[in-house]
């Protein structure tokens, strides 16, 4: 930083002078990383909600309600978490080597390439199962209530 302030300058008028003589220099505290989306800068807000979650968006919206911002501010809830193209690709690579990987060993343990195709051809017909009573009974994936 020294040296930064010992540089010279050149006046519209000709005269050189030092930038320390111009300017004082002091450190602050900054964000680690700016944010930037739609030529905006974004700043994250996020709290854990330990209840029933009907109760934690009644909370959320009297929250809001009652924040006054500044001029030039707003307040966006954010969207649901989405996967990129390139997350997406690679949890189905995962996806495709583990379903081969059960099968290779199943064939192994049965000792037969038929009936391990009847153990994976189950599976699907298991987690139609699994979200039918889930929707059924109003439970969520969650564990909050």
Do not use: W
Request: aromatic share 10%; net charge neutral; proline share 5%.
């Amino acid at each position: 930083m020294h040296t930064l302030l010992e540089t010279l300058i050149v006046l519209p008028d000709g005269r050189q002078v030092r930038l320390g003589d111009v300017v004082t220099v002091t450190p602050r505290n900054v964000l680690a990383n700016i944010l930037r989306e739609n030529q905006q800068y974004q700043r994250t807000v996020a709290y854990d909600f330990h209840g029933p979650v009907r109760l934690g968006d009644a909370v959320l919206e009297a929250v809001l309600a009652r924040t006054e911002m500044p001029p030039g501010y707003t307040i966006k809830q954010a969207e649901g978490f989405r996967f990129r193209a390139e997350d997406r690709r690679q949890i189905y690579l995962v996806l495709a080597v583990s379903v081969m990987l059960i099968y290779m060993v199943t064939a192994a343990v049965f000792e037969s390439l038929r009936l391990p195709l009847c153990v994976l051809l189950a599976i699907p017909m298991a987690l139609i199962g699994i979200f039918l009573v889930y929707f059924y009974t109003n439970a969520t994936f969650t564990r909050e209530a």
